[in-house]
C-alpha cells in the first residue's frame, strides 16, 4: 500500500472509506466476525490438548515428587505450557488482531547450572505458572464458546436461508418443510409461506446478533490471554528500568565526552597558546619592552575569552543561578540568550527536587535552542507549573512547524532521556506551525 507524503513531507492520512451498508448488516460478512469465529472454533481443540498436558505433567510430577524425578516433570509440564502459551499469543495476533508481548525468558539461576538450573528456573518463574493456569482455565471457557458461536452461526444462517432450500424437504427427504416438533401424535412442519417467512426473520435476527456475541466471547479471550499469557507488570517495569538506565548512562557517557571536547578544542588549546605567548613576552620584555607590552596586553584579552568559555562550559553541567535561585531566574537566564524574544512564566509553590529541576531547566534550555536554530520563530513562550505529583513544561513558538520524535532527531534523544525518569515529551508541530512542546515530569520535594 502507497503512502501519500503530500507536498510538506508528512504523511497523509488516507481518505475514509464510505460505505453503502450500514455496519451492522455489514457484521455478519465482514472478515473480522469470520475470524474471531475461526479462533473461538479452534480454541477447543488447542484447550483439550493444553488442559489433558497440564493436568497430567502436573499429576504425575505430584505423584513422583517422593522420588528425583517428579521436580523435572513440573519443569517439563512449564516447559510445555510456555509452548502452548507462545501458540496462543500468535493466534491471538493473526485472528484477532492483539499483539501480546511474550514474557521474558526462563533464565538459569547460573549459566553453569546445567540441567537442575533450567528445572529450578522453570519452577520459580511466575510466568510459566500463569501459563500452566491458562492450560487449565481456557478448557471449560473454550468448550462455551465452542458450543455457543458454533450453534449461532449454524442455527442463524440455516433458518435465514431457509426459504431458498425449503423446496429440498418434499422433493428429496418427502417431509413438507423443516421439522420442529414431534411426537407420538403430532408432527409440526415449516411449510407454509408464513412459518417460512417468520422462520427467516428470525434466522436474520440471529444472523445480525451473532458477531457482537462472537466479538463478545472473543475479548474476553483476548483479556485471558493478555493477563495470563503476557509479561507481569513487574516485569515490565523492570525492563522499561534497565532500559532506561542504559539511557542514562548513554547520555552521562555522551555529556563527558562532550565536556573533554569543550575543554579540549575550547579553553584548554586557548591556554596552551596563551602560555606561549606569555612566554615569547618574557623573552622580549629586556630586549623589546613595548613589543613585550603588546603581547601581554592580547595575552591579557585571550585570559577573558578563555574564562568566558570556561563560565559557559560550567553553566552547561550545572549553572549556578539555578542552584541559588531556582528555575524562574535560571529560565529568563536561558530566555535572555535566546535570539527570539521569550515570555517565562513559572508558577511553582516550591522548588523541585535538584535532579528534577535540573532536567526542567536542561529540556527548556535545548528546546529554546531549537527555537533558535530552526523554527525562524518570531516569538517564543515558556510556562511550568505544577499539576499534583508532576511538573509541567511547555515551551511554544509560531516558527514554521515541523519539529518531530523521529527517531535520529534531537527531540527523540530528549524524549529517551526524560524517559529515563519516568517522564514524558508530547510535540504539537504541524507544518507551518506553531509548534507546542510539553514536557511531564515527576515532582519529588527536595
Keep these: 500500500m502507497a503512502i501519500d507524503y503530500g507536498d510538506h513531507g508528512y504523511p497523509t492520512a488516507p481518505a475514509e472509506r464510505h460505505h453503502r451498508l450500514p455496519l451492522a448488516l455489514r457484521a455478519p460478512l465482514s472478515g473480522r466476525t469470520w475470524r474471531a469465529f475461526l479462533y473461538l472454533q479452534l480454541s477447543l481443540p488447542i484447550s483439550i490438548a493444553g488442559f489433558t498436558w497440564a493436568v497430567a505433567t502436573v499429576s504425575m510430577g505430584l505423584g513422583l515428587m517422593v522420588t528425583f524425578i517428579g521436580l523435572p516433570v513440573l519443569a517439563l509440564g512449564l516447559a510445555g505450557a510456555r509452548v502452548l502459551g507462545a501458540v496462543e499469543r500468535t493466534r491471538t495476533r493473526l485472528l484477532l488482531d492483539a ?199 592580547e595575552a591579557h584579552g585571550e585570559v577573558k575569552i578563555a574564562l568566558q568559555e570556561l563560565r559557559d562550559l560550567a553553566r552547561g553541567i550545572h549553572p549556578a543561578v539555578l542552584t541559588d535561585r531556582g528555575l524562574d531566574a535560571a529560565l529568563s537566564s536561558v530566555a535572555g540568550r535566546c535570539t527570539v524574544p521569550v515570555a517565562v512564566h513559572v508558577d511553582l509553590d516550591s522548588r523541585p527536587a535538584p535532579a528534577i529541576e535540573g532536567i526542567a531547566y536542561f529540556t527548556v534550555s535545548e528546546l529554546l535552542q531549537n527555537v533558535s536554530k530552526h523554527s525562524r520563530a518570531r516569538s517564543a513562550r515558556v510556562e511550568v507549573w505544577r499539576s499534583g505529583n508532576r511538573v509541567m513544561l511547555q515551551v511554544w513558538d509560531d516558527g514554521r512547524g515541523g519539529a518531530s520524535t523521529a527517531e535520529g532527531s534531537g527531540l527523540a534523544g530528549l524524549a529517551e532521556r526524560l524517559g529515563s525518569v519516568d517522564g514524558l515529551l508530547v510535540v504539537d508541530s504541524p507544518a507551518g506551525g506553531p509548534t507546542t512542546v510539553t514536557a511531564e515530569l515527576p515532582w519529588r520535594d527536595r
Design 99 to 297: 499483539d501480546v508481548e511474550g514474557p521474558l525468558p526462563v533464565q538459569a539461576e547460573n549459566r553453569n547450572g546445567g540441567f537442575m538450573g533450567w528445572v529450578w528456573a522453570l519452577l520459580k518463574s511466575g510466568a510459566s505458572w500463569r501459563h500452566l493456569v491458562y492450560a487449565v482455565v481456557q478448557m471449560p471457557w473454550a468448550v462455551c464458546t465452542f458450543t455457543a458461536s458454533l450453534i449461532l452461526q449454524c442455527l442463524g444462517w440455516s433458518l435465514f436461508l431457509y426459504p431458498a432450500y425449503q423446496w429440498m424437504y418434499p422433493t428429496w427427504w418427502g417431509q413438507p418443510g423443516m421439522q420442529v416438533f414431534s411426537d407420538r401424535d403430532h408432527e409440526v412442519y415449516l411449510d407454509n409461506p408464513f412459518e417460512v417467512a417468520s422462520a427467516s426473520a428470525v434466522g436474520l435476527v440471529i444472523v445480525l446478533a451473532t458477531p457482537w456475541l462472537l466479538h463478545g466471547m472473543a475479548t474476553m479471550d483476548r483479556m485471558l490471554v493478555k493477563s495470563l499469557l503476557g509479561p507481569s507488570k513487574l516485569a515490565v517495569r523492570v525492563a522499561r528500568l534497565e532500559q532506561d538506565r542504559g539511557v542514562v548512562v548513554d547520555t552521562a557517557a555522551a555529556d563527558l565526552r562532550r565536556i573533554e571536547r569543550d575543554l579540549h578544542d575550547g579553553a584548554q588549546a586557548r591556554l596552551v597558546a596563551l602560555a606561549m605567548d606569555l612566554g615569547m613576552a618574557k623573552e622580549k620584555l629586556l630586549e623589546d619592552p613595548e613589543a613585550a607590552a603588546k603581547m601581554v596586553d
